[in-house]
T-cell receptor, first 115, second 110 residues
């Protein structure tokens, strides 16, 4: 298995531009999580899906952030418009279940820089 | 509010020694706790899960303890190696979510 796949690995964009991050979870996993990691705030959960349905988006910082999961093998996280404070590493993770006793498998992350 | 605390300073130890990392929590009553390893430029990797009714769990050179009275988990790496150098994060369940600590940087010197 290739593990969780994320693209792009690096993204540099200018303030005000739209950014779309992509994730392919591990086949057979029914839960998908989007995290953001910064030095100041650590690893923060933004949103998670179960069986392609968004369950909790309370971690999404603003309306500029949106996420979709149109099918079991693909999810996107979109930032529109992007701002310099959105600069961070964004991770996608998947697991067999929602409960916290399932281990999560993380992708390699997308390093986003907004200038 | 819930809080997870891990050693904020890096832990520097000599190769062959046992490394002990601490995870303290407040305002949680977790039924289990997870530990992850993160290398620079990579995503976290799951290491161990320990349940509240398990005092201790081992996996090769790794040992985790979970004291629900002290609200603390200890993560030990015995016979540490330079390849063990990484950031180690503990994670607690909160509802359907996992909440991660800030992590402790471990540096093992040869």
């Amino acid at each position: 298995d290739a593990g969780v796949i994320q693209s792009p690995r690096h993204e540099v964009t200018e303030m005000g531009q739209e950014v779309t991050l992509r994730c392919k979870p591990i086949s057979g996993h029914n839960s998908l999580f989007w995290y953001r990691q910064t030095m100041m705030r650590g690893l923060e959960l933004l949103i998670y899906f179960n069986n392609n349905v968004p369950i909790d988006d309370s971690g999404m910082p603003e309306d500029r952030f949106s996420a979709k999961m149109p099918n079991a093998s693909f999810s996107t996280l979109k930032i529109q418009p992007s701002e310099p404070r959105d600069s961070a590493v964004y991770f996608c993770a998947s697991s067999f279940g929602l409960a916290g006793d399932y281990e999560q498998y993380f992708g390699p992350g997308t390093r986003l820089t907004v200038t | 509010s819930q809080k997870i605390e891990q050693n904020s300073e890096a832990l520097n130890i000599q190769e062959g020694k046992t490394a002990t990392l601490t995870c303290n929590y407040t305002n949680y009553s977790p039924a289990y706790l997870q530990w992850y390893r993160q290398d620079p430029g990579r995503g976290p990797v799951f290491l161990l899960l320990i349940r509240e009714n398990e005092k201790e769990k081992r996996k090769e050179r790794l040992k985790v303890t979970f004291d629900t009275t002290l609200k603390q988990s200890l993560f030990h790496i015995t016979a540490s190696q330079p390849a063990d150098s990484a950031t180690y994060l503990c994670a607690l369940p909160y509802g359907n979510k996992l909440v991660f600590g800030a992590g402790t940087i471990l540096r093992v010197k040869s």
